[in-house]
């Protein structure tokens, strides 16, 4: 994401399209939606531009029209014939249809995707075999399948039940220990949000007592299922534990930007004020209304950027060229170029409803 918002050119030459891909309805509404933008773009166009524009589109049009794969739901693509630039993501979740030519790609509906349907990790464990799985937007792999046998056969005789007890227990803390490495190595290599504990019993609550502190606090919940549950399922209670987890944190962070704005402290809100604060590279975290959008202009030489004014002619800065511009996308694109986190909120987690952007502050 971070790359994607590095790009910028003065002229509009970057096109971006997202549609939902699944079902044969789709295609034929797709066909339908896309020949009516491509004529809208054709037909506000300059001709040298639109000469660059039909030629993206050529090279977008096998992409975009193409059958989905297995699982994909979803596809965006973002292109520009001129900057010899393509790049096509695959969902398995559906985003709404859109089509805009613009002088950079528009990422705001992916952040939002991705901020809604965020990676994890979902481990099923019991006493004798461990699953770690990655869940992605996109797709979800297995990623590490340990087991082991705990002798829960009697094969050699002669042991009293409390030695075959004991050892019993000490070949599942092995193996649970085993586990722990497995998942603090496989969760520094994914940098996944977090993990699910899963599965019957009490390994569990084992497990989770035999995790480094780091793993530990990665943990977003143990949920108690069975071994055989099916994937999907377990993708399911795996997505709710996420959810909740999320609209915790989004709480959590609401109150705070709250809390500060009222005793003036480290946060702003409102267009202007979070602007300035994303150009000097104070924001901690981006806040952001969901739905919401601000028309305004961007000097595409300086980055000028003014919400809710006519366009003039050229820059009031630098007398470079400008264009319209959503500026809630500009300064998504700022907050991504200068490392921030974006966050987006309900209406009623913002102190008012006049803010529709707000921000936490560095210092
Ligand atoms: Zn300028």
Redesign the pocket.
């Known amino acids: 994401m971070r790359a994607l918002a590095e790009i910028y050119d003065e002229k509009d030459i970057y096109l971006s399209v997202y549609l939902p891909v699944a079902g044969k309805e789709n295609e034929h509404l797709n066909k339908i939606f896309v020949e009516s933008r491509v004529k809208a773009i054709k037909d506000a166009l300059s001709p040298d531009l639109r000469s660059d524009f039909e030629k993206t589109f050529e090279m977008a049009e096998d992409f975009i029209f193409g059958s989905p794969v297995s699982g994909e739901s979803g596809r965006i693509i973002f292109a520009s014939y001129p900057e010899s630039f393509i790049n096509v993501y695959r969902l398995a979740v559906e985003p709404e249809q859109a089509m805009v030519l613009d002088t950079s790609p528009f990422l705001l509906p992916l952040a939002k995707l991705r901020a809604d349907y965020e990676d994890y990790g979902m481990l099923l464990v019991d006493s004798r075999e461990a699953m770690f799985t990655c869940i992605r937007s996109d797709l979800a792999e297995e990623k590490e399948h340990l087991s082991t046998d705990l002798m829960n056969k009697h094969k050699k005789g002669g042991w009293s039940q409390s030695r075959f007890n004991n050892l019993r227990k000490g070949a599942i803390r092995s193996f649970l220990s085993e586990v722990a490495d497995n998942v603090q190595n496989t969760c520094g290599e994914l940098q996944t949000k977090g993990f699910v504990i899963a599965g019957p019993g009490n390994a569990k609550q084992q497990l989770m007592e035999m995790l480094p502190k780091d793993a530990q606090e990665k943990v977003l919940s143990l949920i108690d299922v069975s071994m055989d549950i099916p994937r999907d399922e377990l993708i399911g209670e795996g997505d709710s534990v996420l959810h909740e987890t999320e609209l915790e944190s989004t709480r959590k962070m609401s109150r705070k930007f709250k809390s500060e704005i009222l005793k003036d402290g480290l946060a702003v809100a409102g267009v202007e004020d979070v602007r300035s604060a994303l150009e000097q590279g104070r924001v901690n975290v981006l806040i952001i209304m969901k739905g919401s959008s601000v028309p305004g202009w961007i000097?595409e030489?300086?980055?000028?950027l003014q919400p809710n004014a006519v366009p003039p002619e050229e820059?009031d800065?630098?007398?470079?060229p400008v264009s319209l511009v959503d500026v809630v996308e500009e300064l998504y694109e700022l907050a991504q170029r200068t490392d921030a986190d974006v966050e987006f909120v309900e209406k009623e987690d913002f102190p008012h409803s006049d803010y529709v952007v707000g921000a936490l502050l560095r210092y």
Do not use: L, S
Not at 301 to 304: D, L, M, S, Y
């Open positions: 000097c030489r300086c980055q000028n820059c800065r630098c007398g470079g």
